[in-house]
């Protein structure tokens, strides 16, 4: 079996001025010391990736992310951001397709498809979300969603191109619904991911490529979460704006 580091990333969504992503910073820097167990990602709004890149410029162990890129290099797409402007302030990883961008921006499998080509052109890292709703999920749906994401999303990519790519899984139902996936709904969905990328794709992918959790992380579940073999790491919310819960995630995460 291929051993996968796990991967722990924090999306701080629309929060944080540039003033408040360095406290922020600073304090993970200070909590999680030269941990080096898991990767680590942070991922600030655009306007502070700037003052967060330089903060990170002297540390070894946390990479630098955005939470959305366009598929253009350049052009007439106002508020956008291209590949480069990223790879300018040194950022590692791009979150596409986040189930945010799909509710209320109306992004679809092809849109994600080609940011992820052009992030991986760019040597931009993907994090590539899927995830089903709660009409999906309670008409038992889901398995058949995921698989059209997977299939549409990862169109044209092949086993290299999958070797550079991270995948979320968000239970959508499970996110300010009041209710909760269980770890083993987690597992599931992890499990079925990887079936229908060994058979749309190769079992090789299948087996070497990291699958997050993205369903409401915290300490107190990374533990349970993250010991399941097909959960890699996790695409934290909002328990990721607080230094010392998120460095509790990524401690809890990597406890054997």
Same mark, same amino acid.
């Given at each position: 079996m291929i051993n996968r580091k796990k991967i722990i990333a924090g999306n701080?969504?629309?929060? +944080?001025?540039?003033?408040?992503a360095r406290v922020v910073v600073g304090d993970i820097i200070r909590e999680i010391g030269r941990f080096d167990s898991a990767e680590i990602v942070v991922c600030?709004?655009? @306007?502070?990736?700037?003052? $967060?890149?330089?903060?990170?410029? #002297? =540390?070894?162990?946390?990479?630098?992310?955005?939470? *959305?890129?366009?598929?253009?290099? #350049?052009?007439?797409?106002?508020?956008?951001? #291209?590949? !480069?402007?990223? /790879?300018?302030?040194? =950022?590692?990883y791009v979150i596409l397709g986040h189930s945010e961008r799909r509710q209320y921006f109306h992004e679809d *499998?092809? @849109? $994600?498809? /080609?940011? @992820? +080509?052009? !992030?991986?052109?760019?040597?931009? /890292?993907p994090i590539v979300c899927v995830g089903e709703t709660l009409p999906e999920r309670e008409s038992d749906q889901w398995k058949t969603v995921l698989e059209t994401q997977l299939v549409e999303s990862l169109a044209g990519f092949g086993d290299k191109e999958l070797a550079d790519i991270i995948l979320a899984y968000e239970p959508v139902w499970a996110i300010g619904t009041g209710k909760t996936a269980s770890p083993a709904q987690a597992e599931e969905a992890h499990q079925w991911i990887r079936k229908v990328l060994a058979t749309k794709f190769s079992a090789a992918a299948s087996e070497r490529?990291?699958?997050?959790?993205? &369903?409401? =992380?915290?300490?107190?579940?990374?533990?349970?979460?993250? #010991? +399941?073999? %097909?959960? %890699?790491? !996790?695409? $934290? &919310?909002?328990?990721?704006? %607080?230094? /010392?819960g998120f460095a509790g995630i990524i401690k809890n995460a990597c406890l054997e």
């Open positions: 701080w969504k629309m929060n +944080k001025t540039q003033a408040e600030p709004p655009f @306007t502070a990736l700037s003052a $967060v890149s330089e903060l990170l410029g #002297s =540390v070894t162990n946390i990479r630098l992310g955005a939470q *959305n890129m366009h598929e253009a290099a #350049s052009g007439a797409y106002t508020g956008e951001i #291209s590949a !480069a402007m990223l /790879r300018e302030l040194y =950022v590692r *499998n092809a @849109t $994600v498809n /080609r940011k @992820t +080509k052009a !992030a991986l052109a760019a040597e931009l /890292r490529i990291r699958i997050q959790y993205g &369903g409401s =992380v915290k300490a107190e579940n990374a533990k349970e979460l993250l #010991s +399941k073999p %097909d959960i %890699d790491g !996790a695409l $934290v &919310g909002g328990a990721s704006l %607080d230094a /010392r």
